[in-house]
């Protein structure tokens, strides 16, 4: 079930949706693994960890716009921090799933519907975030393979490998990590002059800077903030991007 709206209990009942579809006897840390595209056991655990963190947001977006109201979360709460403390990541999927019954997904889904109100803010097309992170990931081998200085090309990497991140993460983190990266990427050319010169006077940069705007543009424009954040739209002038 994909559903048309960013918010942590969207992303939550997404993925919740999706244990409910897998095997209970299959290995609760190859369930996880799927769920979370994580590939090694140091991304597991960090991107589960992030996971755990979910029902903490909806919790507090919910005190935050919704003061005074009878709590509607007890119930689905409960049983997710249950499901995370009590599961068995050596053991089957049930240890976790069986623990998310059918009242859990009805009342995520309605704190779902709710923070959806307030925010509005719609989801990237799974498709246009992996063809972002296919072409920024090509751009990463095309640096790591040039002749360019070994500190700036730890340092174009190292953003480019952020913003990789945030967008494989996106189903877990939303869409706000997206925007901080590329903001974290084009904001260093105010301190680094010599990575803003690599960004506007050589083929690659030019490539890396359409990538970064066509990454802010895929989240202000398909998620519908209402605008860059500063350190971007100053960058961005500086550099000449429109």
């Known amino acids: ?30 369930v996880w693994q799927q ?45 997710v921090n249950r499901a995370f403390m009590q599961q068995n990541l050596n053991g089957q999927w049930t240890t976790f799933i069986s623990l998310i019954d059918d009242h859990s997904i009805t009342y995520l889904g309605m704190s779902a ?20 992170r296919r072409d920024l990931s090509a751009i990463v081998n095309e640096v790591l393979a040039s002749d360019l200085e070994r500190s700036l090309k730890l340092y174009v990497c190292r953003y480019l490998r952020m913003l990789i991140t945030s967008i494989e993460e996106y189903k877990i983190t ?47 424009v398909v998620v519908g903030l209402p605008q860059l954040p500063a350190g971007l739209n100053a960058a961005k002038h500086l550099l000449g991007v429109a």
């Open 113 to 132: 519907d709710l923070l959806a109100n307030r925010d509005q803010i719609g989801a990237i097309a799974p498709d246009q975030a992996e063809e972002l």
């Open 174 to 220: 939303g869409a706000l990590p997206i925007l901080d990266a590329v903001d974290a990427a084009v904001g260093h050319t105010a301190v680094d002059a010599k990575y803003k010169d690599f960004l506007t006077s050589s083929a690659i940069g030019e490539r890396i800077v359409t990538l970064l705007a066509a990454s802010a543009n895929l989240v202000t």
């Open 1 to 30: 079930m994909e559903l048309t709206y960013d918010n942590p209990a969207s992303r939550l009942l997404n993925i919740l949706v999706a244990g409910k579809k897998t095997p209970v006897d299959k290995a609760c840390r190859a």
């Open 35 to 79: 769920l979370l595209g994580a590939e090694n056991e140091a991304l597991l655990m960090s991107r589960l960890g992030k996971a755990m963190e979910l029902p903490h947001q909806i919790i507090t977006s919910l005190q935050e716009y919704y003061p005074g109201r009878t709590p509607t979360w007890q119930h689905w709460s409960g049983q």
